[in-house]
């Protein structure tokens, strides 16, 4: 009895069609398994996240953080956990597929080549924050000490030694962002005025020289918005001597590409509300709290 030449190719081409069949198929379960642990790594993340912003709040709950720091520091946290969200729910998709055709393997290599690439790139921004929530990001500067008395610009002699006042923060900044070269970063100071609750008396220069400032057309300004103007005024001094200090400076590094002064003056705001014994003229209420932060484009 002779057999056909087709007979006999037959179970070879079923044995060829089924090993390269099964071959996906395994390559698909260690796929998977490897989306799985990504995955877990990206839910880590996103619970760490929810961590540091939880202690972003309570920094600025404590005056440790400026507003506008902690509303970008907010932001960046929001989208790096929608982002995180979005890739696990595509991936849970592939991953609860029971057989993988030949288009959903080609999706599953994607989405493990785009969740390898993504993973690291999260992971450098969950450390590039916690890094930054966890550094000292505020200078007290005493007002007493660079300001004389009914004044709003600082003491030349002051002026000249203001190093020694700037330092810790220049040091703070530098050490940041030389550490994180592949940022492109953006930098952000700011000078928070504040003021004691005694009044500026009536038609003094500095009480002339801060209702201009005002310009309230036909009212008289009561002590809280004298106290403010004078605690803006201050802020402004200490932001424009920073400015000048870091220019001659010149050292915080390649990597930051735009810089941001701002300035607020509080009035006669409390600063910290860990005090709670501030007297009306206390000293600690007149300071000027230099903020910095970082931020990638």
Not at 9 to 22: D, E, K, Q, R
Not at 81 to 104: C, F, H, P, R
Not at 172 to 201: N, R
Request: proline share 4%.
């Amino acid at each position: 009895m002779r057999l056909s030449t087709t007979t006999l190719l037959l179970p070879a081409l079923f044995l060829s069609v089924s090993f390269f069949s099964c071959v996906p198929q395994q390559k698909a379960v260690s796929h998977k398994q490897q989306l799985a642990v990504l995955d877990s790594q990206l839910s880590r993340h996103s619970k760490k996240l929810k961590e540091l912003d939880a202690k972003r709040q309570n920094k600025q709950e404590q005056n440790e953080i400026d507003d506008t720091a902690s509303s970008r520091i907010q932001k960046y946290i929001g989208v790096t956990t929608a982002e995180i969200d979005k890739l696990i729910a595509q991936n849970s998709i592939l991953i609860g597929n029971m057989v993988v055709e030949k288009d959903d393997w080609n999706k599953l290599k994607k989405a493990l080549t785009l969740s390898q690439k993504t993973s690291k790139m999260i992971n450098d921004k969950v450390n590039f924050i916690n890094d930054l929530i966890n550094r000292n990001m505020v200078v007290k500067l005493e007002q007493d000490v660079l300001f004389e008395p009914g004044k709003y610009t600082v003491a030349p002699a002051v002026a000249d030694a203001i190093g020694k006042f700037f330092e810790p923060a220049a040091r703070e900044i530098d050490q940041f962002t030389q550490k994180y070269p592949d940022f492109p970063l953006s930098l952000v100071i700011t000078a928070k005025g504040y003021a004691d609750g005694t009044s500026i008396v009536e038609g003094t220069p500095l009480y002339k020289a801060l209702l201009e400032g005002i310009k309230l057309s036909g009212t008289t300004p009561d002590s809280k918005e004298l106290n403010k103007e004078l605690s803006r005024k201050r802020a402004s001094s200490v932001i424009e001597l920073f400015q000048k200090y870091t220019k001659d400076r010149s050292t915080m590094g390649g990597s930051v590409k735009n810089v941001m002064f701002l300035t607020e003056g509080k009035g006669d705001a409390l600063p910290s509300i860990k005090i709670t014994d501030y007297s009306l003229s206390d000293p600690r209420r007149r300071i000027v709290l230099l903020f910095w932060s970082v931020f990638p484009d």
